[in-house]
DNA sequence: GTATCTGCAAAACTTTTGCAGCTCG
DNA sequence: CGAGCTGCAAAAGTTTTGCAGATAC
């Protein structure tokens, strides 16, 4: 097991919560699948295939406690299960293109445009956060059939 | 029970769908609710409130048929049930400031900006739907504490 | 040592489905 | 009349919770 801390493990340390193996498990998975958007089911099924032992609840546990140290961003796509995402380090907004036909989800990583953003800010006085904006649509596989 | 057919109620008759006093008492319900983006069982109480006879299954079909027709909208916003709002008729898309503290859900209907649909699509060859835009931040009260 | 964490199983919730009977057109 | 709709209750699927034992610090 590594020695080093990473980011996130800081974060966790710093606000008095423990790092357990299920925990670094838990990060370790949303590392290695950084644009996936796993379900907690996944992350757990992906866990246990490569030998490490933690129960689902733990998962939705520890999804739980980083979301709410910010490490983590839940998705509610369509029906199913939530989805989880790392939120990168130095993040800027980016945003979800969510096809509401297969339900997949596409990236795209550019800033927001500055009218967008003053169209929100004044309008209800809203602050964005560093969080995704989703926008849904067809993507191009689908719209093609 | 009104004797003229609303937009909706002749766009479920064109498809085939039946006219049923549980399905115009769900919509008579969305439609007095505009802005309030209700879940499935509020409908339910609503009507049964209003002394309508209906189950909780068959707001739940018909919210599936109406989202189908395109008629109603699902959003999934933060945990809890999905809530459901009626597509406005001659509809351009508008977003939904979602706070992420409250989980309330502000409107704003305004234009998209022409370079944001740009880069939505061509970054994935993307067809943004007529459908919301749904943004997260957080609302001017729970900022002000 | 002890407050925190974990696993398990049960509970809580939301949504879907099977089926017998009813009703719109 | 007959295809489609409804209500009920049961099932399915997702997430949370209680609790006894284990563990990080």
Redesign the interface.
Known sequence: MKGELLHAERKLAEREFRITPQRRTILKVLRSHQNRHLTAEQIYRIARAQGFKLGLATVYRTLMDLERLGLVARL???KGPARYELTPTHTQPH?H?V??RCGRI?E?T?S??E??QK??AQ???????D??????????AC?SK
């Open positions: 509610e796509i369509g945003y293109l096809c509401l596409f795209v550019a927001i445009p009218d967008f169209i929100i309008n209800q006085n809203f602050a964005i956060s969080r995704s904006i989703e926008v849904f649509g067809y993507c191009e719209r």
